[in-house]
């Protein structure tokens, strides 16, 4: 089992490199928290404030978002922050009762879709979505076996988690397949590949007694290290999952809300139209709220044998959060900026790899990136420890990234969609500064 | 299988009734949503704004709020309005960077727990809080099976609704067991016939395998129609339960918070330390949190084979509503209220009651009512129809209650804490208006 290294680990032998505010909140955390929780980097990051594309630290320190996707327009957006105070002071209720706002944003989400995905239902989170979709593709099929790739992550309710073999789980109505890497195929037929392997799950699943609801895909492979070309790849399995009478299930918590830049969703990309969509942190810009979109007639029959009520989803005030984040996206032309920002990016980081044989691949599409760090161009074998080094680096610069992948030796570039050329130019300074170090 | 009367279903039937406006927000509802989101009341209310025990509708009326738990320290109350916008404009990230306020928070919280209750988990909802409780229960004892009331509700999530048999859940390592029913009970020894029920129940999961890991309860006992009294009954199931080597898992999101005035959470009324505390609904006022408070040994052993990570949960903004919310329930004295107004309520009730032989029982604790209608005082047969009668009767006088238990046939008040002895009047005068009517 690969295990992605611990960046979320805080190391008590490093406690001494740190202030005294951050050690002692970290002990208070600690007893309050208890084991569970995890923090990111050597030296954890004590935050006070944020905007737009910057970090500010206790310390006095900002620091560059590089990373975080959920405060997706920019953190503490005033247009965002504006309609979460004015809904929180009007109106905060639940959807067995009617109000305006859930209708207006479920209408603006739809129309961002194909016409066959008509339905949007809401929960709190991703993990909720997922968790729904899951039950609601049994309900349809009448079957448990559900395929998903060898290293991704789908959330962490029971359900979800079952799906979530990054975090090590297994389970009899799961088969896992291995992701699409673009990088490592020998003829770059990734497509071909996937559908092959998924057609053997399925028959693997029905040959079990599970039967076949399902395959759920991040449509970016987020967690499997990112592979996004070439654009079209999910055409063959869409069509292997169709002919043996399951649904194809879009993850689209990372790759949708723009992050791609040329479509609004990761799965438009690839020009197909899936059974149900999954989505979630990027959606309410930090506020809790997920969703899935999916055909009516999918929902109409779950709805026949299952009564879901969710009391938080669809609330006013996180419903106005979304709507103003979709706002945002349209009036600051995000997706614009993600392609042409992005495009920028991934140049500069080619032009910044060239002379260095640690880095074996550039990749992404909008302001999503992956570097992969490796100790061999030839053979392409993963450094992890190159990886970790590097974004443990970042972050004494004030620059905040991670990694990703099944081997955790690609670093996870991932900001604010509002994030700029001259922000770029600080990254990869950094960055350059880093690579001479390790 | 006894199914509540459907109060939240539309009824197409009485359309000609509503209003236009209302008319055409169902129409686009029906079109965006589908299926199955349900609407309360057979014609809908459809909200505008809300201020403490009072919701405003798009119609110009007010409506005083009877129901809802949700808005427990008041609808928008000025001080977590403040709360939320100030921490909106901060900062709004996740639990993997050091932040205050969610360590003020769970201080804050764990400090109204027995002492052995130290560690604190958040998540966006109740539901992924019952789903996480069961998660570390089963890694605990490294056993399937979880024993409920026969008409619990626990949540949404496949994991949750699996232990939720009041929306039609059956499992092979679920157990059921009859709810207490003081009302019903003829000796009135509601405890010693639950621990028995519960022994009988642990046997049979071990003989078929499944083991033993907890028992999970609703320490009000809402949907299973509200069983309070006597205070104390719930020691017997708990011996039994630890006895067996499960885990005593207590649900608060309807007990907790101080709702039944006496105490902050409804197991201390019965003098017993949980090994795990689900919370959700009325945590954060209307803000999606929720939480597992727990035994710090469990969540060590759960965090040792599970990277639980939950991207919203603990965020600043709905830490920072949570913690409101509890300054608020001190400064206001809201537990001395709910004890006050609630026993006004229910004397006013029991008098309300007296010449009508359509009402049963009158029961409840704090700010939490049941008034439950029966065919037959003699018999003590449930008469749901009245019941649901009253609840539409009462909403056409813009009062907002619903009903509950394994046969609707019983009121269910449950207001905001801050509840008024002119609003108690106020309910009582339209309850008997409808009462003398149907």
């Given at each position: 089992?690969?295990?992605k290294?611990?960046?979320?680990?805080?190391?008590?032998?490093?406690?001494?490199?740190?202030?005294?505010p951050?050690?002692?909140?970290?002990?208070?955390?600690?007893?309050?928290?208890?084991?569970?929780?995890?923090?990111?980097?050597?030296?954890?990051?004590?935050?006070?404030?944020?905007?737009?594309?910057?970090l500010?630290?206790?310390?006095?320190?900002?620091?560059l978002?590089?990373?975080n996707?959920?405060?997706?327009?920019?953190?503490?957006?005033?247009?965002v922050?504006?309609?979460?105070a004015?809904?929180?002071?009007k109106?905060?209720?639940h959807?067995?009762?009617?109000?305006?706002?859930?209708?207006?944003?479920?209408?603006?989400?739809?129309?961002?879709?194909?016409?066959?995905?008509?339905?949007?239902?809401?929960?709190?989170?991703?993990?909720?979505?997922?968790?729904l979709?899951?039950?609601?593709?049994?309900?349809?099929?009448?079957?448990?076996?559900?395929?998903?790739?060898?290293?991704?992550?789908?959330?962490?309710t029971?359900?979800?988690?079952?799906?979530?073999?990054?975090?090590?789980?297994?389970?009899?109505?799961?088969?896992?397949?291995?992701?699409?890497?673009?990088?490592?195929?020998?003829?770059?037929?990734?497509?071909?590949?996937?559908?092959?392997?998924v057609?053997?799950?399925?028959?693997?699943?029905?040959?079990?007694?599970?039967?076949?609801?399902?395959?759920?895909?991040?449509?970016?492979?987020?967690?499997d290290?990112?592979?996004?070309?070439?654009?079209?790849?999910?055409?063959?399995?869409?069509?292997?999952?169709?002919?043996a009478?399951?649904?194809?299930?879009?993850?689209?918590?990372?790759?949708?809300?723009?992050?791609?830049?040329?479509h609004?969703w990761?799965?438009?990309?690839?020009?197909?139209v899936?059974?149900l969509?999954?989505?979630?942190?990027?959606?309410?810009?930090?506020?809790?709220?997920?969703?899935?979109?999916?055909?009516?007639?999918?929902?109409?029959?779950?709805?026949?044998?299952?009564?879901?009520?969710?009391?938080?989803?669809?609330?006013?005030?996180?419903c106005?959060?979304?709507?103003?984040?979709?706002?945002?996206?349209?009036?600051?032309?995000?997706?614009?900026?993600?392609?042409?920002?992005?495009?920028?990016?991934?140049?500069a980081?080619?032009d910044?790899?060239r002379?260095?044989?640690?880095?074996?691949?550039?990749?992404?599409?909008?302001?999503?990136?992956?570097?992969?760090?490796?100790?061999?161009?030839?053979?392409?074998?993963?450094?992890?420890?190159a990886?970790?080094?590097?974004?443990?680096?970042?972050r004494?610069k004030?620059?905040?990234?991670?990694?990703?992948?099944?081997?955790?030796?690609?670093?996870?570039?991932?900001?604010?969609?509002?994030?700029?050329?001259?922000?770029?130019?600080?990254?990869?300074?950094?960055?350059?500064?880093?690579?001479?170090?390790?």
């Amino acid at each position: 089992m690969t295990q992605k290294p611990l960046l979320n680990s805080f190391n008590p032998g490093n406690a001494n490199e740190l202030d005294a505010p951050t050690k002692a909140l970290i002990a208070r955390r600690q007893r309050a928290l208890g084991a569970g929780y995890r923090l990111f980097y050597e030296r954890p990051v004590y935050a006070e404030r944020a905007e737009g594309i910057w970090l500010y630290g206790k310390d006095g320190e900002r620091y560059l978002d590089a990373y975080n996707n959920v405060p997706s327009v920019g953190h503490c957006h005033p247009r965002v922050v504006e309609a979460i105070a004015k809904q929180a002071a009007k109106l905060n209720t639940h959807t067995r009762y009617l109000f305006d706002v859930v209708i207006d944003y479920a209408e603006t989400l739809l129309a961002t879709f194909p016409p066959d995905l008509d339905n949007v239902m809401f929960t709190c989170s991703g993990s909720e979505a997922t968790d729904l979709a899951l039950r609601v593709a049994r309900d349809f099929t009448q079957a448990e076996g559900i395929i998903v790739t060898r290293h991704a992550y789908h959330g962490t309710t029971a359900a979800a988690a079952e799906v979530s073999p990054s975090r090590g789980a297994t389970s009899p109505r799961i088969r896992t397949v291995g992701a699409p890497d673009f990088y490592r195929s020998p003829d770059g037929n990734v497509g071909a590949q996937l559908a092959e392997e998924v057609a053997r799950a399925i028959d693997s699943l029905k040959k079990d007694g599970a039967g076949f609801a399902g395959l759920v895909l991040d449509t970016v492979f987020s967690s499997d290290g990112l592979c996004v070309e070439p654009a079209g790849f999910l055409r063959d399995v869409t069509d292997v999952v169709r002919a043996a009478g399951g649904l194809l299930i879009a993850d689209e918590v990372q790759g949708g809300f723009g992050r791609t830049g040329s479509h609004m969703w990761g799965f438009a990309r690839h020009g197909i139209v899936p059974d149900l969509v999954v989505m979630g942190k990027a959606m309410g810009n930090g506020m809790p709220i997920g969703g899935v979109v999916g055909k009516s007639h999918l929902f109409d029959k779950f709805g026949k044998s299952n009564r879901y009520f969710n009391t938080f989803a669809g609330n006013p005030v996180c419903c106005a959060a979304a709507l103003a984040v979709l706002e945002v996206i349209e009036s600051e032309q995000l997706m614009a900026n993600s392609v042409a920002v992005g495009n920028y990016l991934r140049t500069a980081l080619a032009d910044l790899a060239r002379p260095y044989p640690q880095i074996g691949d550039v990749r992404g599409a909008g302001l999503f990136a992956g570097v992969e760090f490796v100790k061999d161009q030839s053979t392409r074998q993963p450094n992890a420890a190159a990886a970790l080094a590097c974004v443990n680096a970042l972050r004494d610069k004030r620059i905040l990234i991670s990694t990703m992948g099944p081997y955790g030796s690609t670093l996870k570039i991932r900001p604010p969609l509002p994030f700029t050329r001259e922000a770029v130019d600080l990254l990869i300074k950094s960055l350059g500064e880093c690579l001479t170090q390790i």
